[in-house]
Structures are given as structure tokens and as C-alpha cells.
């Protein structure tokens, strides 16, 4: 047999029995619908009036948003059933249709996999309607829900997408394809031009080569060849922060700058200092402000090589791309990549004194957290700046600050004071971050780090085959730590 077709033979075996597969779905069907998946569940409205209905829904997560319809009912008796999703509290309002009148409303946090019943009704009185709600199938994984939420409570809290972007190839997009059974050949490979017109600009690894970059020109022209001795100065408890002016100084006209352009930039067709997502929040007033100064400022520097599918899309209806590693926001990972700095600093100024070193890293916690309490008022939209991770706000990131002054403390105290732990197995892939970020980029949609789930509707098998695929890469990071090497950039 020839290389080549020995070689095809094994590829076409390779991506068809390791390839990425939604697999057939188990569940029930919902009255004729698709089954259900996981984090779904099924709602079937029966309509008793003699009028249709509609039924809009909208998140208690999405904030001021507009109401969006959901499904219509046709005048009685007649019945509709809907999928919905399980992962955040919805809000349901039935008015009659075309009409702006509620008959009623509801919110609830739907359980995975259940089937619900709504049924709509006339009471005694002929102005009051009876809306109530039966449970057909019992739910699942009802003990699993904390293991697997996440929350999109604001418009950009939630984790961004833009990992796996960052990782594409930059010259060629490369793409395979499976053609019909009749074609020779199993797999072959299609090679594409990347258009500029296109091309992301921003990126993780970008924004943190610039903000390292940044620190260490700001260290070798601002910082200090050798620690000065304490000579009893009124100074001396904060000589960590006082002879390192210049770097604040510089790092305060950065915030100032951040500040600035945040809330005194006029956006077209914007409220200045607009930090929402746009779409249909705010009660749809600014559709296209997704972002604010941030996305204006993407938009005019990089153009349309910036994200377009940023994690307001889905809940939001956002209409307009915004970068999370975009222009602005890199002045605020600037500023906390600083308070890092800050960490070091205290670690070397007051070696070998374990409570000094504490006592500062319980002070710096502190300050950033309460900082943090203060400019978001202790709510979660209500702010002065609300906590945004996508806009890198400043509570963001005097909140980030706090929590991991407080880790690493506790970390200094297990690892370096007390010595129960020495990291492991964490420092194995600490030591080789980049190698185990690409590899599961390119190969964690394979075999063995990921396979056609037998139990699609259920959270245990898909739990366990991320701590699967985390395990085989530890032991990876492992056997490259024992043969010492290591990939950096």
C-alpha cells in the first residue's frame, strides 16, 4: 500500500473518531421540538382566554433591558411550548396579544432538564386572570447547579472569548474538511489568505507583551540599582513607596488619562461616560454606545480589526464589536500589573521580616479593596464604576488587587513561612504556561483530552472530562519540568 494512502488512512481515522461532536441528544423532546440540552428546560403555556397571548421574557441579569418575545399563543384553547435556559433567573410577562397590558408576571430560576406547564385562565372576576405553573418532569443535576453557573451579571463581567483568538495563525487560516464518503481521499487540508480587512489587532499575549514592556522601561529609567539602608527616618515604614516616586507619579497621570477618556470623551450619538453594553440595555436608549469611550476609541484607532463577538452579544443584543483587550482598558492592566510590582517591592525590601511583609500585604488589601467597595457602592450596577472585567475598570481592578494581595499573603504564609507546601503540582505547568495554553489551544478538542459525550445532558461527564483533559496536561507540564524544558517567548 502506498505511504500516502496509509498516511490518509490514518488521519481520516484520527478526526473522525477524535474530532469535536455534539453527539446525539437523550432528553425528551419539548412538544416537537429539538431535545434538550444541557443548562435547558422546557415551558409549554396553555392558553385558556378567548384572546392570544404573548409571552416576553427578559434576564433579572440584564440590566434595564427590554422586554423580548419569547412565544405566541393563539386564542384558547390552544398551547405553545418554548426552550428556555436554566443558567440565570428569568422574568416572564404574559400580555394579550398586540396589547401593552400585563396579565401577569413571574420570575424564577428554571431547573435543568425539567418540563413545566403554565396555564392561563380566567378567574370568577371577568377583568382578573389566574396564571399558574405545574412541573411535568422532575429536573436533573439539581445538586449541580454551583459546580457549573456563571454569571453575565454585567454587561462585560463575564469572561471574554478572546482566548481562543489569540492562538489563530496570523499568515494563513488553516481549515480541514471532511469531504463525502464517494471522494478518495478522507481528510484534505484548505489553505485561506487572512484579510487585513478583518485581522484582529488587540489580543491577550498583545496586551500583556505591552504592559510588560511598559513596567520595565518605567523600572530601568525610575528604579533603584541597590536598597538604601534605613537611616531611622519619619519615612521609612513606607521607603518601599516614597523612593519610587516617580513611578507613581507616572502611574497617577495614567489612571488620570484613564479617567478622562472614560467619562469626559464625546461619543457620537452617546451619553458621555457611558459605560454600558448597549443593545437592548438601558431600556434600548443607546443601542449602538456598546462600550462607550473604550469601543469609540477601538473603533477609531483599529478600525474593524478589533472582536466582534464580545460577551454582551447574546444577552445584550449588541449589534456593534468591542475589543476587551482593546486600547483603553491596556492603561488600567498597566496599572495593576504595577500593584504587582508593588508586591515585589515589599518582598524585597523587608526580607527575612515575615510580619512586616504581611502586615503590608494585609494594608494593601485593604486599601484596594475598600477602594474597590466605594467606587462600586457595594452593588453590582449601581456604581460610581461598576466592576467590569471586559472595560478593565478601576474598581475592576482595585478589587483584583485586593483579592490577590490576600492570596499571595496566604501563599507567603503556607509556602515560605511555614513551608506545608511547595506549589506542587501547580508550578509544573506555572513553569511551562505558554507550552500548555497552545497545546490545549490546538489538541483539546481530541482525543484524550476530550471525546464524544455519551450523557450529553449531564454536568458529571462534562466536569469530568475537564478535570481529565487538566490532569493529562499537569502530567505533560510534569515530564517537561523533569527534562527541563521550558517554551518562553
Not at 404574559?94 to 424564577?108: A, D, H, V, Y
Not at 472569548?161 to 484548505?190: E, F
Not at 496599572?335 to 504581611?358: E, N, W
Not at 475592576?396 to 490576600?406: A, R
Request: charged content about 15%; proline content about 5%.
Amino acid at each position: 500500500m502506498e505511504p500516502r494512502r496509509i498516511l490518509t488512512q490514518i488521519l481520516c481515522v484520527f478526526f473522525l473518531t477524535t474530532g469535536r461532536n455534539e453527539g446525539k441528544l437523550d432528553a425528551k423532546s419539548c412538544s416537537g421540538r429539538p431535545a434538550l440540552k444541557l443548562d435547558q428546560a422546557c415551558l409549554t403555556f396553555h392558553n385558556q382566554l378567548p384572546t392570544g397571548v404573548d409571552v416576553l421574557y427578559t434576564s433579572d441579569y440584564c440590566y434595564k433591558c427590554l422586554y423580548q418575545p419569547l412565544v405566541s399563543v393563539l386564542n384558547g384553547p390552544q398551547n405553545a411550548s418554548v426552550v428556555v435556559s436554566t443558567v440565570l433567573t428569568l422574568t416572564l410577562q404574559l400580555q394579550p396579544m398586540g396589547r401593552n397590558t400585563t396579565l401577569c408576571s413571574w420570575s424564577q430560576l428554571y431547573e435543568e432538564a425539567a418540563h413545566y406547564s403554565v396555564w392561563i385562565q380566567e378567574s370568577e372576576s371577568p377583568i382578573n386572570v389566574i396564571c399558574y405553573q405545574t412541573v411535568d418532569v422532575s429536573p436533573s443535576n439539581i445538586y449541580f447547579r454551583g459546580v457549573v453557573r456563571r454569571s453575565s451579571s454585567r454587561p462585560f463581567v463575564t469572561k471574554d472569548h478572546s482566548m481562543q483568538w489569540m492562538m489563530k495563525p496570523k499568515v494563513v487560516g488553516t481549515r480541514l474538511t471532511l469531504p463525502s464518503q464517494n471522494q478518495q481521499d478522507c481528510a484534505h487540508w484548505t489553505l485561506s489568505e487572512v484579510s487585513w480587512s478583518w485581522l484582529r489587532i488587540p489580543g491577550v499575549l498583545q496586551r500583556l507583551g505591552f504592559t510588560y514592556f511598559i513596567l520595565s522601561l518605567m523600572q530601568t529609567f525610575c528604579g533603584m540599582r541597590e536598597i538604601p539602608l534605613s537611616r531611622g527616618r519619619w519615612w521609612d515604614p513606607v521607603q518601599d513607596v516614597v523612593l519610587y516616586w516617580p513611578e507613581w507619579i507616572f502611574i497617577i497621570l495614567l489612571e488620570t488619562l484613564w479617567l478622562c477618556l472614560t467619562f469626559l470623551l464625546p461619543v457620537p450619538n452617546c451619553p458621555t461616560g457611558y459605560l454600558g453594553a448597549g443593545g437592548i440595555g438601558d431600556n434600548g436608549l443607546y443601542p449602538n454606545c456598546t462600550g462607550g469611550a473604550a469601543g469609540y476609541i477601538d473603533k477609531w484607532l483599529l478600525g474593524d480589526n478589533i472582536y466582534h463577538w464580545p460577551t454582551c452579544k447574546a444577552m445584550y443584543r449588541t449589534t456593534q464589536p468591542f475589543d476587551p483587550e482593546g486600547v483603553l482598558g491596556t492603561i488600567n492592566s498597566i496599572v495593576m500589573g504595577f500593584m504587582g510590582m508593588q508586591a515585589g517591592k515589599i518582598l524585597i525590601f523587608y526580607r527575612k521580616k515575615d510580619i512586616s511583609v504581611l502586615s503590608r500585604f494585609l494594608v494593601w488589601a485593604i486599601l484596594l479593596g475598600n477602594s474597590a467597595a466605594i467606587l462600586s457602592k457595594c452593588t453590582r450596577d449601581e456604581g460610581f464604576i461598576p466592576v467590569n472585567k471586559n472595560l478593565w475598570s478601576l474598581s475592576y481592578i482595585t478589587c483584583m488587587g485586593c483579592f490577590s494581595f490576600l492570596l499571595l499573603g496566604v501563599m507567603y504564609f503556607v509556602m515560605d513561612i511555614k513551608g506545608w507546601w511547595g506549589g506542587q503540582p501547580f508550578i509544573y505547568p506555572g513553569m511551562n504556561s505558554i507550552f500548555v495554553y497552545v497545546g490545549h489551544s490546538l489538541l483539546g478538542s481530541y482525543f484524550p483530552f476530550s471525546w464524544e459525550m455519551r450523557f450529553v445532558d449531564s454536568h458529571w461527564e462534562k466536569l469530568f472530562q475537564s478535570l481529565w483533559a487538566t490532569s493529562l496536561w499537569v502530567l505533560i507540564a510534569f515530564l517537561l519540568y523533569r527534562k527541563k524544558f521550558f517554551l518562553k517567548i
